[in-house]
């Protein structure tokens, strides 16, 4: 295997990481977006 080779997968591993960072962060922001107005909606039956 080409050292060209090498960089371009270890690039492409990298990218693949931030990815998967960015797709779980968007999924806590989701479902803290949830949690947040079902607790909000709550708080305005209950008041």
Known sequence: MS???VLKL???NRS???TEKIQREALKNI???I???TL???DRIAG
């Open 10 to 12: 270890s690039g492409e």
């Open 3 to 5: 050292l060209a080779n």
């Open 40 to 42: 909000e909606k709550e």
């Open 16 to 18: 693949w990481e931030a």
């Open 31 to 33: 479902f803290r977006l």
């Open 35 to 37: 949690t947040f107005s």
